[in-house]
């Protein structure tokens, strides 16, 4: 049974930072890539960052680039997502997602496994 368990979420400052955490069973991890999604109250779902299988390279929102960093560790089969610099704007349930395939992927679609996902609130 696969299970993604988002970790890490909160309450914080603008201009605050937190760091997710996404702990992955049951999948061939390093076999898979893996993406952040957030969606917003009233909102729908919207892509965040994803990773490829080595870690190598990665591809981000532009409402987030410059200010989020993707990156996972194979060993511990944990994929984490960086926030700096928050803005109220950011405030959503971020949701974890893998995928079968090495590649990059931004679209919804393309991911066959979803997290639970984990609140993270900016106040103004």
């Known amino acids: 049974q696969v299970q993604l368990v988002e970790s890490g979420g909160g309450l914080v400052q603008s201009g605050g930072s937190l760091r997710l955490s996404c702990a992955a069973s049951?999948?061939?991890?390093?076999?898979?890539?893996m993406g952040w999604f957030r969606q917003a109250p009233g909102k729908e779902r919207e892509f965040v960052a994803t990773?490829?299988?080595?870690?190598?390279?990665?591809q981000y929102a532009d409402s987030v680039k410059g200010r989020f960093t993707i990156s996972r560790d194979n060993a511990k089969n944990t994929v984490y997502l960086q926030m700096n610099s928050l803005k109220p704007e950011d405030t959503a349930v971020y949701y974890c997602a893998g995928r079968f395939g090495r590649r990059l992927q931004m679209a919804l679609s393309g991911y066959d496994y979803w997290g639970q996902g984990t609140q993270v609130t900016v106040s103004s």
């Open positions: 049951g999948l061939p991890f390093s076999s898979c890539a």
């Open positions: 990773v490829d299988w080595s870690g190598g390279t990665t």
